[in-house]
């Protein structure tokens, strides 16, 4: 017999987080893999930098260079076009093992145009293009001063980050600052100050004895093939003041915690569906510490490059017999954010998971930012991997709701827990419970031919006495649900029930106990119970 859980089963509701988006960016189209341009491959390169300080916060920005190494010209048309790159730039801070974004969800620079020149040192040069393209083997400079210009920056908010797409009617750029009605061509753009709209860092994240500090840009580019997208970003470590920075050493390609993350693991996963990706990619970089006392101190970084769905649930794999203190998280602020002060995610030791959730008015995690995850944990690190879930409204055609990414995670394997209080009838359970999972129901030693239930309660319903069925000290489940079945001429029976696939219902935990009952003898004939299971649902 298979049973379906529904939500109000459980009492579980669908996981909202807030958004916070004026202008959303345009959905994912059904057909959106083959729209994606073969050849189309697009190298950032980093130059350097411009800062001002205003109060306490000093606002900085980046010369950054395209490069074409591809075999089909890219596409560089000036607003109201949709046709040209967004350029991203991102600051961070490596401080007693943490790897940190400190700049804020800053705006990125809409380009404009190419100068289609030498620049890039290729062994075949610059073949040329139309001011509006980007030529084979061509190069593109945006000096620093020119990234930060107010009035070609925008929201990334407003960016589809998996296809590359925006919708110019009614963008920042359209209706302008202060904002005006949407007419369709870019408008007069008056920022209040210095800082406002551009990347700025506050000035307690500068100047830490100890620290080290980096660069990241990133070249998001219409219907770029995903795996042709390492080289888009490009990293330095820096130094920083609170006037500007400057370069420390060579630049390198690709994601800047692989290249900067000294003595952390980290590992990226796209959202792949029988190997072909179907929406962005996450990194995840794991340090764990042995505090000495016999717990670790495990801190995680997750990057989110360009996937459109976001982060909206970052789970842990770890089982309810290890302890779990100092659970904390970092997470990144919009620009103008009104719930800045008031949307920090939370996490929890729930189940068989530790889950990092957004607050009631946090954003999920959007493209081009890194938030932290961390906690202290009485469980040795081993191999594992972690699950980032997406918004479930932002979904792409084809894509499953979570990415998994190999990690280190406490070494104690999630399990169901056996609390015993049987009287007679076996219980046992076969599967981990997971979002989506068939979780497998076993009964044994009753009487042959009786007929018998599975009593399931979701979360720490009550528990009653019921002495018709045993001792007094047996406790019989008050159930949300039953499922009934036959036991065979051994009695013994098997059954399954369904966990619902829905991200809301990690961390519930589900109580179930057998009952049998064989009609005749004085009253109701034999009647037994069996031990109860606490069924966590992790991952």
Not at 257 to 269: I, K, L, N, Q
Not at 303 to 319: E, I, K, L, Y
Request: glycine share 12%; proline share 7%; charged share 15%.
């Amino acid at each position: 017999m298979r049973i379906l859980l529904s939500l109000a089963m459980v009492s579980v509701a669908p996981f909202v987080a807030a958004q916070n988006i004026s202008h959303p960016p345009p959905a994912t189209p059904a057909n959106h893999l083959s729209l994606f341009v073969t050849g189309l491959d697009i190298e950032g390169n980093m130059g350097g930098f411009s800062g001002t300080s205003l109060g306490s916060e000093t606002a900085i920005s980046m010369s950054t260079t395209a490069c074409n190494p591809g075999s089909v010209e890219g596409e560089w048309e000036s607003n109201p076009s949709v046709n040209h790159p967004l350029i991203n730039q991102m600051y961070c801070r490596l401080y007693e093992n943490r790897f940190e974004q400190i700049s804020n969800y800053g705006y990125g620079k809409h380009s404009f145009g190419s100068t289609n020149s030498n620049g890039c040192g290729y062994r075949v040069g610059c073949q040329g293009a139309a001011f509006n393209r980007l030529g084979l083997n061509c190069s593109d400079t945006y000096g620093s001063g020119l990234n930060w210009n107010r009035g070609d920056l925008g929201p990334l908010t407003e960016w589809n980050s998996w296809t590359g797409e925006f919708t110019f009617f009614g963008s920042h750029i359209d209706t302008g600052y202060p904002e005006t009605t949407p007419n369709g061509s870019p408008s007069s753009i008056n920022p209040a100050n210095s800082m406002q709209f551009r990347q700025r860092i506050p000035h307690s994240k500068i100047g830490t004895a100890g620290a080290t500090y980096f660069a990241m840009g990133y070249y998001l580019h219409k219907w770029e093939p995903e795996g042709n997208r390492e080289n888009n970003m490009v990293n330095k470590q820096i130094s920083l003041s609170t006037t500007g920075a400057g370069s420390i050493g060579s630049q390198l390609y690709g994601n800047v915690m692989e290249d900067r993350y000294t003595g952390a693991r980290v590992e990226s996963s796209a959202n792949e569906v029988g190997g072909t990706a179907y929406d962005g990619r996450f990194y995840v970089g794991v340090h764990v510490s042995n505090n000495g006392d016999g717990t670790w101190h495990y801190e995680y970084a997750v990057h989110n490059r360009d996937n459109h769905a976001g982060n909206v649930r970052f789970v842990v794999p770890c089982s309810t017999t290890a302890t779990v203190t100092n659970i904390g998280t970092k997470d990144v602020d919009l620009d103008s954010d009104p719930f800045a002060a008031t949307n920090d995610w939370t996490g929890t030791h729930a189940g068989n998971c530790i889950i990092f959730d957004p607050g009631p008015n946090a954003r999920p995690q959007g493209w081009n930012t890194i938030y932290n995850f961390w906690f202290d944990c009485d469980a040795a690190p081993t191999n594992g991997s972690v699950e980032i879930f997406g918004d479930i409204s932002r979904l792409n055609p084809g894509a499953n709701p979570s990415v998994v990414v190999a990690s280190d995670v406490p070494n104690v394997a999630p399990a169901n827990e056996d609390l015993g209080e049987g009287c007679g009838l076996d219980l046992s359970i076969t599967d981990i419970a997971s979002p989506g999972a068939a979780v497998g129901i076993n009964v044994s030693n009753g009487a042959p031919g009786a007929s018998a239930a599975a009593h399931i309660a979701a979360y720490d319903n009550s528990f009653a006495l019921f002495p018709p069925f045993g001792p007094t000290t047996c406790t019989i489940l008050t159930p949300d649900f039953v499922l009934l079945f036959p036991l065979d001429g051994g009695g013994s029976a098997s059954t399954t029930f369904n966990i619902p696939n829905d991200n809301g219902l990690i961390g519930v935990q589900f109580h179930v106990q057998g009952a049998a009952l064989l009609v005749g003898g004085p009253v109701l004939g034999v009647a037994e119970l069996s031990n109860r299971i606490r069924v966590p649902v992790c991952p």
